[in-house]
């Protein structure tokens, strides 16, 4: 048990929206100007038709309705089918910097907090829009927060693996206010030309103050109650994106366009390796707290996929969940990575008493779980 609290939370929703419809047109008219060209491969059997998409497959699949992206324009264009973003002078504030700095403020607001009250940032996410210098440091300047800051990925896990960074940092005496965004700028690693991952995910930032209770001021405010991380490597949800990519022999432009550049995954494999894996890692934490899944008013998962999310509540609760026990925020947002279960927490907690108990639990590449009991106060 810590006396370390989650004193606010903010949420920025993109400006546009792409409908699972849209998205179905555009990959349909794509793939049938590809069979049409490679019609005489596909007769002959050298290459694989591509068959059409549906909103239906797509809501069945997935639970996915829409999502939101920072820019739409070039991602429904079956000549390009990524979105087109200008490239910003090295002076001008980073796309995710911009979108995290958003979420900040409405986090900050919540905890009564100034930037200045902050002595770390941690910019968490499963990608960085660069290497360096860390997008944490310049949202640190940005804000004018004091400190240090750093950037950190753990795929669709790092909200929590994040979160608990930051505990460890308060814990220590190293800091005193943390502040932990999560931008997930996803669409550019879409892969729009693909059926089977087109539609998965969408861009989103979150924002969490994490401190001490004792110097907490906010009016909604959750203690960490208890903390677990575990870790196992697969190769079932990768990519290989990477400055390496262009140190290859050989290369050719068509090689940033290859599947493995994108977003890849076994579906099958995934479901059924990480499913228990999940479970598991719930009922020993909630064991170790002397918890069981009654006391846990709410369980606030990673936004993933509608059926993977429904095995883990129902495999927990042991019954089918109602939505107030495993809110659901992927039908409007879609899979937004390690911000999933944070939106998910942002959106449904204000109806909490106190002494009301949670989880928030992420999941995804590495395989990565991590997992936070949370105590209104």
């Given amino acids: 048990m810590s006396n370390v609290v989650i004193s606010g939370t903010g949420l920025f929703t993109p400006p546009h929206v792409i409908t699972n419809a849209e998205l179905v047109q555009a990959y349909n008219a794509y793939s049938d100007a590809y069979n049409a060209v490679n019609s005489e491969a596909i007769d002959s059997g050298e290459i694989e038709i591509l068959k059409h998409s549906s909103s239906e497959f797509i809501e069945k699949a997935s639970g996915i309705k829409q999502r939101y992206v920072m820019i739409k324009d070039g991602i429904l264009d079956i000549d390009r089918m990524m979105p087109v973003v200008p490239r910003r002078p090295n002076d001008a504030l980073s796309i995710t910097a911009e979108m995290s700095i958003a979420a900040a403020h409405e986090a900050l607001k919540q905890a009564n907090k100034m930037p200045e009250d902050i002595d770390l940032v941690i910019y968490g996410a499963s990608t960085s829009e660069r290497p360096w210098p860390a997008v944490a440091v310049e949202i640190q300047q940005a804000l004018g927060c004091c400190g240090y800051a750093f950037d950190m990925t753990v795929a669709c896990s790092t909200g929590t693996f994040a979160l608990s960074t930051a505990v460890d940092a308060i814990l220590s005496e190293t800091v005193t206010c943390a502040l932990i965004v999560n931008p997930e700028y996803a669409s ?21 103050i994490v401190e001490k209770q004792q110097t907490s001021s906010g009016q909604n405010t959750f203690k960490i109650l208890g903390r677990k991380l575990e870790t196992h490597f697969s190769n079932n949800i990768r990519t290989n994106a990477s400055y390496l990519t262009r140190s290859e022999p050989n290369i050719t432009l068509e090689r940033f366009f290859e599947q493995d550049q994108f977003f890849i995954q076994n579906g099958r494999k995934v479901f059924k390796e990480l499913l228990p894996l999940i479970c598991n890692h719930v009922k020993n934490q909630l064991k170790k707290y002397d918890f069981n899944i009654n006391h846990m008013r709410r369980m606030w998962l990673h936004q993933a996929n509608i059926n993977m999310n429904m095995f883990v509540a129902r495999n927990l609760l042991g019954r089918v969940p109602e939505f107030h026990e495993a809110p659901v925020v992927l039908d409007e947002y879609a899979n937004t990575a390690s911000a999933g279960s944070i939106i998910a927490f942002h959106k449904y907690k204000d109806d909490f008493t106190p002494g009301d108990k949670g989880i928030l639990c992420s999941f995804g590449a590495g395989y990565s779980i991590g997992s936070l009991i949370l105590e209104k106060l």
């Fill in 188 to 208: 550019p690693q879409i892969n729009y030309r693909d059926r089977d991952s087109h539609f998965i995910f969408g861009d989103v930032a979150t924002a969490c």
